[in-house]
Each structure stands twice: as structure tokens, then as C-alpha cells.
């Protein structure tokens, strides 16, 4: 009888992915008391990359460990590929993890590592030998099999991690904030061949992690937890553009707010005039303003520092939301400047391509499209 990793190789021959379906249901975990997650419902589709995506303490990686059988849940339901693995054990569950520690034997070579989980599997020797050496050419180590772990770099010993990951055939990957402890560059050049490669195999991924931009450009869909909950799912797109509540704006990046006073009409919103702007209309949906539900009357209207412009307190747009200030603050961090300007009461920050001075009048000119606006009542 075949095993699993010859029914696997025989089905990618034939073009047939060997991937599976993740679905959670109402999954609840708490340490000592203390609730971890709230019910937490997620389906992640065949051959789907989803990144999980929230600052520290929100859960993200105690739901990856959950699935992966390492966390016992204390209610809900966990299945791969149909088949309920809720109190399985994580060698009985099919996934592979790949953690930020890397977690590599320091004592062992390049190819014992990729290949240590085949010989627990008790593979025989030459087709571990060939299976190691797939995985070393699939993720640049050639010539490289021989040489102990810690002689590696950063980058080449993830690449080790994954390696030992992928070889045994996972139904899922599992990927523990593998890239936090690389330096800028390597880590954006290591999100890119993850990606390439997980798209090349057609595996199923979940990916933890607390960077913004590197689930933007790794993920299909994006699931941003928030205290133990699901604040939003959706693709890169979805969530950027459209996010569904404060928290998830202001997580994005949308984290310049300013009251307002407005009503929704027919296709447009009316702002009311305030003491440092004028009234305008503006237009609401497709290229137009975000405006949630419940979002009339006291509003709180979210933008990111780059996508309003300063002008001249004088040559405001009148198609655009305008705040009247002054500049406070100046920084240069590369490519464009950035302003703290005081509007009021409140400090906004803003990118412009202009160079000016603390102390400069100015106004923020904010395009109806980069606005998010929502009730101005809590914080969800």
C-alpha cells in the first residue's frame, strides 16, 4: 500500500494540488481564567494564503497554534480537509509549522534538518536523500546541504525551517512570524519567494504576523483580530479601502482623525462647516468617501498621513475636505516630508513633497476617497 507522500507525489503529477480545506468554528481558548479567544470562526480555502494580522496579545498566534494541535481549545471545532482534528495531536493533524525562532537543530547540518522529520516518519534513506535535495534546490541551498546550521546566515536558516517544513508534505503550512527576526532587506526579499513558492506548490498557508505591509503583499485574504475577535476578513484591497470600524482603520494606518459634523444624502455626504474648515458636499462610494453605517450626525473621519497634500491656506480645493493649521513639526524620512500639523486642538501628521517650516500656515487638503468615516461613539 502507498503511503501518504507517494499519494501525494502521484497526485501533483497528475496536476492534482495536494492541499486542504482549514475551517474553524466558534473556537474558544483561555490561560488560566483569562479568555485568549472569543469565538473565533475562520475557513481558509484550498490552496488560500490568509495572513493573520493584529498588534501583540490579540490571539493571532495562539489561533495558529491552536490549529496546529499545540494549544488545547476549550470549545469550537477545528477541520482539515473535512476531517475533525479538535483534540488531535499535532503530529496526527497534518500541518507543519514554521516558527520565528526557527527552531533548528544547532548540532545537525543543512540537509538533517530538512530531512528530520522524514526520518521520524521513518522514511528510507535514499528517498530521504532525494527529497532533501529537492528541497534544497527549491529554496536556493545548493551546496549548502553539508554545512551545520550555525554557520548559516538569517535568511538561509529560515529558508532551512521552511525546507524542513515543506518536505514532509503538510496539508497545511503553518508560518509563525518567520520573517521578524531578519533585517529589512533580507525579510523583503524572503516574503516575496515565500510567496512565489507557496504559490508555485499550491499549499494551503496561514501566516501570523504584526506587520501591515508584509500581509498586504503576501496575503489572498487578511484576517485582523482584535482582543481575541475577528475585526475584519477580507482581501489586501478590501480591508485597506473599506475597513470595517475604527480599530481596523486606525490599524491600517488611517490614524489621523478629525471630527466632524455631517449627513448623509442622496450619493454625497454634507459636511458641516467647523471652526477650522469649511462646509462641503463630498462625494460617498466608488472614488468617494467611506461611510460606515450609523455614520450621521457626530462623526469620526479617519485618513492616513499620505494620502492628504498641504497647500497654501490660501489655494484650498474645493472638491476636497480642507483643515485650516499651522506646521509643528518637520521630518525627512526619506522620499518625502513629513509635517505635524496643528489643526485646532488636534496634531495631524501629513507627506507632501514640499519642503516647509514650523510655524508655516497651511491647510490639509483630504480627497474624498481617502476618507473612512464612522460614528464618533466608541472605538469598534
Known amino acids: 500500500m502507498q503511503d501518504r507522500s507517494d499519494l501525494t507525489s502521484a497526485r501533483r503529477r497528475r496536476g492534482i494540488c495536494a492541499v486542504a480545506e482549514l475551517t474553524v468554528e466558534d473556537l474558544t481558548v483561555a490561560y488560566g481564567g483569562a479568555r485568549v479567544l ?8 484550498r490552496g488560500e494564503f490568509v495572513a493573520l494580522l493584529g498588534s501583540s496579545g490579540c490571539g493571532k498566534t495562539t489561533l495558529l497554534r491552536a490549529v496546529s494541535g499545540f494549544v488545547p481549545v476549550d470549545g469550537g471545532r477545528i477541520t482539515i480537509a473535512g476531517r475533525d482534528v479538535t483534540v ?14 526557527y527552531a533548528l537543530w544547532p548540532h545537525m547540518t543543512t540537509a538533517q534538518n530538512i530531512g528530520y522529520g522524514l526520518k521520524l516518519r521513518r522514511w528510507p534513506r535514499p528517498r530521504i536523500a532525494d527529497r532533501v535535495a529537492e528541497m534544497l534546490k527549491l529554496l536556493k541551498l545548493d551546496g549548502l546541504g553539508d554545512r551545520n546550521v550555525t554557520q548559516l546566515s538569517g535568511g538561509q536558516r529560515q529558508r532551512v525551517a521552511l525546507g524542513r517544513a515543506l518536505a514532509v508534505n503538510p496539508e497545511i503550512l503553518l508560518l509563525d512570524e518567520p520573517l521578524s527576526n531578519l533585517d529589512a532587506r533580507i525579510r523583503m526579499e524572503l516574503r516575496h519567494e515565500i510567496r512565489a513558492l507557496q504559490q508555485r506548490l499550491g499549499i494551503t498557508a496561514v501566516h501570523v504576523t504584526h506587520d501591515r505591509e508584509e500581509a498586504m503583499v503576501m496575503a489572498d485574504r487578511i484576517v485582523i483580530l482584535n482582543a481575541g475577535s475577528i475585526a475584519q476578513v477580507g482581501t489586501p484591497e478590501e480591508v485597506y479601502h473599506r475597513p470595517a470600524s475604527r480599530f481596523v482603520a486606525s ?13 448623509p444624502t442622496d450619493g454625497a455626504l454634507d459636511i458641516a462647516a467647523g471652526p477650522d474648515h469649511d462646509a462641503v ?61 496643528m489643526v485646532g486642538a488636534t496634531s495631524f501628521l501629513v507627506d507632501d513633497d514640499e519642503r ?25
Open 88 to 101: 488531535a495531536p499535532p503530529e496526527r493533524r497534518d500541518t507543519a509549522m514554521v516558527f520565528q525562532s
Open 38 to 45: 472569543n469565538g473565533v470562526s475562520l475557513r481558509v480555502q
Open 356 to 380: 516647509r517650516s514650523v510655524g508655516d500656515a497651511v491647510a490639509i487638503a483630504i480627497p474624498p476617497s481617502a476618507l473612512h468615516c464612522f460614528p464618533a461613539t466608541g472605538t469598534a
Open 251 to 263: 490599524f491600517l494606518g488611517a490614524e489621523n482623525v478629525v471630527a466632524l459634523v455631517a449627513r
Open 281 to 341: 458636499r463630498l462625494p460617498v462610494g466608488e472614488g468617494g468617501v467611506h461611510v460606515a453605517d450609523g455614520a450621521a450626525g457626530s462623526i469620526a473621519a479617519h485618513f492616513r498621513s499620505e494620502a492628504a497634500r498641504l497647500v497654501g491656506s490660501g489655494d484650498a480645493p474645493a472638491d476636497m475636505l480642507v483643515l485650516r493649521g499651522r506646521i509643528t513639526q518637520t521630518a525627512y524620512p526619506g522620499g518625502r516630508w513629513r509635517y505635524g500639523v
